[in-house]
């Protein structure tokens, strides 16, 4: 219970912009892909997989994002996800990104499940939820 | 008063994901692309000399989105700016994001003015101020 | 015949590096967009309706570009494209990149025409080829 | 004396286009991001202090890219690096790019060094060319 998904990005070249910081809609590529790698290390479902093979998506459906601290290339950034509410057929996940120890920036999103075929919500799976339950704190 | 400025954007295959509809941190590149031409054409203050002759710059400090129906290739996404506050050293935004004239997401940033060189805020400046404030509304 | 098609682009924030010129690849992004425009306008028709209608795409065999100059944002890329070399399912094409009328970039690509669901080059379509013929030059 | 560069990138949603496969432009940007890795690892000189400390850049000059095979999301690309010629102020690089063994794309690129401030070519210096020199082959 409790468990918090470390994800750790090392900040390219390419992530920054002419003031040499992060363009800040690359955190979001950076959260997603962290989201990723929670669904496949943290979740044991990789999202290829259930993209593939069980036609579940996970669209975002309302994101936020707070930046305190700017990141340079060379920096490294350590998101810390954990889920902050499970709905029947949505999760909430929070993402605190840190470079050092010290907070730079944090996410709020709202994932929905759907199916891809039909284009309609559907609830987590049930092999999910309890998987998705092991990272829920405030 | 109470201008609000309109900029389309052609939705390209390569802002698309596998599931064939818009991955969604390309809409924050979008309303970038957005603000870009809101400078250039609204404010008659393009960013590239902002950044170049002034050492200007204007980072996002908090951002939101609200996806409510996705966007696909071949769809043009008309996005209608205008500024919700003025503060000393930065403004807030809120972008509707339509096609058809039916909205599909709705985006609320703050950006803020800082002085590239010393890394510090600094108040709007001032020939800028009246002009930003023809766009302001609730 | 000996049509050349021209498209424009801003060189945006976005598309720049912490060295403030466009990092390379996304000149490639650039050229696709040329491309979906020559598609669109040029050959009459929308890759998305190829893509979604016909089930036919056009993925990238090989590619090759020499940059000469560097762009830096706010300069307008124009893109020339002509076409080099019609086979039976590929189709080379040139573009050559100017700002103000001096050469900036160059690039030799050539597409092939598959079947989507199938995986399998299948020959130029016969509606299309008369338009691509159209803008054959060497 | 004949060393390779070996590095692996997940494929990642974001890389891939509505027809499921690797949108041709990121395979480049993840041949930088292997070419960043390479400076650092490889050459002991990573490109962030390259580029901040020593003012000097590493421009692509030329690049040209095959691609015989796709890669979708969940493959893991690995990218074999080697240098196939140094000139005084360039070097010339090939990557190959292997799924499981089997080679999917090659790429060819010249990049250059720069001083960024003077924007004109430097030879390699002297502390790097022998690093350099250690991934060698034709």
Redesign the interface.
């Known amino acids: 219970m409790n468990a918090v998904f470390v994800d750790e990005h090392l900040i390219?070249?390419?992530h920054?912009?002419?003031?040499?910081?992060v363009?800040?809609?690359?955190f979001?590529?950076l959260a997603?892909?962290t989201m990723?790698d929670w669904f496949a290390r943290g979740l044991q479902q990789?999202?290829?997989?259930l993209?593939r093979d069980r036609r579940i998506?996970t669209?975002?459906?309302?994101?936020?994002?707070?930046?305190a601290k700017?990141l340079?290339?060379?920096d490294t950034l350590r998101f810390e996800l954990h889920v902050t509410k499970i709905g029947n057929a949505s999760v909430q996940l929070a993402y605190v990104g840190k470079k050092d120890g010290t907070e730079h920036l944090r996410i709020k999103q709202t994932i929905a499940f759907v199916l891809?075929d039909a284009g309609t919500a559907t609830p987590i799976p049930e092999d999910l939820r309890p998987r998705i339950e092991a990272y829920l704190s405030k």
């Not at 990789?46 to 997989?49: A, G, N």
């Not at 669209?59 to 930046?67: E, G, L, N, R, W």
């Open positions: 390219r070249f390419s920054c912009d002419p003031a040499g910081i363009y800040f809609p690359e979001f590529d997603h892909a990723e990789p999202l290829p997989d993209i998506g669209p975002t459906v309302t994101i936020q994002c707070d930046f700017p340079r290339m060379g891809l």
